[in-house]
C-alpha cells in the first residue's frame, strides 16, 4: 500500500512539474520518518536531475494535523545532483523552488 502511495505522489508531482519523477519504494516509519528508495528527478528539459538509492527524511507530526509537511533531518545515501546555471543565471532547480515556496505554489 504504501509503495502504490508513493508511485500516487511522484506521478502527480511529475504532472505538476512538467518533470519526471519516480519512487520506486516508500516506507513510512511511524510518527518518525519517511524512507524512500529509487528516487529520481529529471529537470523540465528531461535530464537527470537529481537521484538517490536511498533517501530518509525525519517528519515533524505536529505540522501534519495542520496539512503541512516539515523535514527536519534529510539523509541520502549516494546522491548525485547535476545542477546546471544558465547564461541568464537561471538553474534547472529554479522550477522545484518555485512550487515548494509557500507563496508561489499553486493549490
Known sequence: MQQYIGKLAAQHLSRELGAEIT??????????????????????????LFHAPEAMAGL???RLFKRQISLEEIRLRDARMDLHINAQGESNLAFLIDYFTPSTRRD
Request: net charge negative; glycine share 10%; charged share 15%.
Open 60 to 62: 515533524d507530526l505536529t
Open 23 to 48: 519512487i520506486e519504494g516508500l516506507y513510512f516509519k511511524p510518527f518518525t520518518a519517511l524512507q524512500l528508495t529509487g528516487l529520481y528527478v529529471s529537470d523540465q528539459q528531461g535530464d537527470t
